[in-house]
């Protein structure tokens, strides 16, 4: 509320406002006076944000006093703002309904001074308190804006660092986590998924290889090209992935008990697609279109969406970086190498499309995100 409050007096009557003007002529100090007969220029000034409280009548031609409430009462910005009836009506079923509509208060007609005095004050400390609630409203708005910034970052900072906890025993060094994240993304949207998809699948695919884990490290580190046996092992970083990202632990039931009884629908939802997905990635990001892929041979639809986009944001990262038994291709080869697979049905046509729209953003990730330190080292794979 302003400084000096401003308070509208709506009535038809000339003669009405005239007194009203006389009545108030002493409160000038302290309080703005607007006078209008037309209810709808009234209705104009309160929606410009120019009036504090209003005093209306009720039996006015055009645009009634439940009219003008109505208008006010339907306008984000003035909803709350105290009106009061002015009326020589005293028929218990027009207060009835002017109460049931919203409006703050009545006065009646004749008007006692000191009475209109009193209301006009009792509105005013009305209409001071609920902007000293809207601010205080504000205030825990921006603290609970600003709290779910800080468990947001920190969130990222937990997926990116048990992202990096994969890669770590076979030196990545974590370029490739947060570029498979970002080409995942573009893929997502050039696709046309929604902003929750989008969200869910840039947060979960740096997670695709966290079942390395559990990978002896003879196999993980050996340079040179794994044995079928060996292969096999590898092979099972998926199934272990999915197990680290799905698996409830027994002893923690008790804590996810509590945490679901203290979060809302809408976050237990967000929190299942984010698990659901991250766990669908890790099962099946080397599954291929043909399915001739790992570790279940899945095929075509049967793979999941967000692990069709993995497994070729992944390829492509792999062919653009350097590893113990190869330099990192230019993108030219890359791209000819990516169709070469795509021919041999290795790819889901529709995220292959995606990728030539948007493989030039792609390559200009790869640049921007470059890896500092050891090459990867024995990997399960001729590209990956």
């Known amino acids: 509320m302003r400084e000096k409050p401003t308070v509208l ?8 406002l005239i007194g009203l003007r006389r009545i108030l002529a002493t409160r000038c100090g302290h309080w703005d006076f607007r006078f209008l007969s037309d209810p709808r220029r009234a209705l104009d000034l309160i929606l410009g944000g120019e009036v504090d409280v209003v005093v209306t ?6 645009m009634d006093g439940f009219a003008l409430l109505k208008a006010v009462r339907s306008n984000e910005a003035t909803q ?12 218990d079923d027009v207060k009835r309904r002017a109460l049931d509509q919203g409006a703050t208060d009545l006065l009646n007609k004749p008007i006692v001074p000191e009475e209109l005095v009193a209301r006009i004050a009792s509105m005013l400390r009305l209409r001071h308190y609920q902007d000293q609630l809207k601010g205080l409203n504000h205030t825990l708005e921006e603290r609970v804006r600003s709290r ?3 468990l947001d970052r920190a969130r990222l900072d937990i997926i990116w660092r048990l992202a990096k906890a994969g890669e770590y025993q076979d030196e990545e060094t974590g370029g490739h986590v947060v570029r498979v994240g970002c080409y995942c993304r573009l893929l997502a949207e050039q696709i046309g998924m929604n902003r929750t998809f989008v969200e869910a699948i840039f947060l979960t695919s740096p997670l695709h290889d966290i079942g390395k884990i559990g990978v002896p490290d003879h196999i ?17 970083h998926c199934r272990i992935g999915e197990k680290i990202l799905v698996e409830e632990a027994q002893g923690m039931r008790p804590f996810l008990q509590w945490r679901d009884q203290t979060r809302s629908l809408g976050e237990m939802g967000s929190q299942h697609l984010f698990l659901a997905m ?9 599954e291929r279109w043909d399915g001739s892929g790992y570790p279940f041979q899945l095929q075509g639809d049967q793979i999941p ?3 069709r986009i993995v497994y070729l944001a992944d390829m492509f990262d792999a062919l653009g970086s350097d590893r113990p038994y190869k330099q990192a291709y230019p993108h030219d080869k890359v791209m000819s190498i990516m ?3 795509f021919q041999s049905d290795a790819f889901d046509p529709m995220v292959y499309t995606a990728f030539q729209a948007v493989s030039e953003r792609m390559r200009q990730v790869r640049e921007d995100i470059a890896d500092e330190g050891r090459p990867h080292a024995g990997d399960d794979s001729s590209f990956m």
């Open 9 to 16: 007096f709506v009535d038809d009557e000339p003669h009405v």
């Open 57 to 62: 009548d009720i039996r006015m031609p055009e």
């Open 80 to 91: 709350d703002m105290p009106v009061t009836f002015l009326t020589g009506c005293l028929e």
């Open 148 to 150: 779910t910034e800080e």
């Open 220 to 236: 993980l580190l050996k340079p040179d090209t794994l044995t079928p046996e060996e292969h096999k092992i590898m092979e099972t």
């Open 278 to 286: 991250a766990g669908d990635i890790a099962r099946a990001h080397h």
């Open 305 to 307: 969406l967000a692990a």
């Open 339 to 341: 169709h070469e697979e």
